[in-house]
């Protein structure tokens, strides 16, 4: 069973400043992947960010990039000079593949994240 | 805009009814995911079709049911509805069956079941 953990249940941070929300997750799949998605106070869930168990690099998109530590089994988003329009919750997520090889197409979320840009 | 669209965007119904809910997934894509967001269970994977075929099940309460029809497009199916099913009901799409692909969420159909 995979599992995904967000212990921060809210952050705040000064626009213009890095804020960092932590993921940690188990799973005893050799390969899965990343997400983080946005859910502002609106509803819809938007794609931010991907990570594959085997990229070597940190995904990084805009001001979005993803600090990958396998080890650790972590997968913190971090959000470079923030924006009013930052503060949303934001969701971690996991899918994985099988040893067989046959992938599992659901994702699995954690409890999210609230985040507060202050002016 | 994630191209997945979702009818309707609210929806008020009582206990014991039944509702349908619809999605169309993004040109192109051939899967589609349902997810419920709820207060108490946060996001929960309910079901995924790929192509026409029912490809993985999760949490889905035998209450519901769901399908994908030739043109891609999905309904979700909700009956003997119960207070504690109102919740956010997402549909998302990819084009593959899975792994690592991206899902793209529709804008969710809120249920208030009085």
């Known amino acids: 069973a995979q599992k995904i953990t967000q212990t921060q249940p809210g952050m705040f941070v000064q626009e213009k400043e890095a804020v960092t929300l932590d993921c940690t997750y188990d799973?005893?799949?050799?390969?899965?992947?990343l997400f983080w998605y946005k859910q502002p106070s609106s509803g819809e869930m938007i794609f931010l960010i991907y990570?594959?168990?085997?990229?070597?690099q940190n995904a990084t998109e805009g001001r979005y990039s993803l600090n990958f530590q396998k080890a650790r089994k972590s997968a913190n988003l971090v959000i470079s000079a923030s924006q009013l329009g930052d503060s949303a919750m934001y969701f971690c997520?996991?899918?994985?593949?099988?040893?067989?090889?046959?992938?599992?197409?659901?994702?699995?979320f954690g409890q999210g994240t609230i985040l507060t840009v202050h002016p | 805009d994630s191209g997945v669209t979702q009818t309707p965007k609210h929806l008020i119904t009582a206990t014991g009814q039944r509702v349908t809910l619809r999605c169309s997934p993004r040109?192109?894509?051939?899967?589609v995911y349902w997810y419920q967001q709820s207060l108490d269970q946060g996001l929960q994977f309910l079901i995924q079709?790929?192509?026409?075929?029912?490809?993985a099940k999760g949490n889905i309460l035998e209450r519901f049911s769901a399908q994908q029809f030739p043109d891609l497009h999905s309904e979700l199916n909700l009956s003997s509805l119960e207070l504690g099913d109102s919740a956010l009901y997402f549909c998302?799409?990819?084009?593959?069956?899975?792994?690592?692909?991206?899902?793209?969420f529709g804008p969710g159909t809120r249920l208030t079941v009085l």
């Open positions: 040109s192109g894509d051939l899967s």
């Open positions: 990570q594959g168990s085997y990229d070597e």
């Open positions: 799973t005893s799949d050799q390969s899965y992947g």
């Open positions: 998302a799409s990819s084009f593959t069956s899975g792994g690592t692909d991206t899902q793209y």
């Open positions: 079709y790929y192509n026409g075929e029912e490809r």
């Open positions: 997520a996991m899918c994985t593949f099988n040893a067989g090889g046959t992938s599992y197409g659901k994702l699995t």
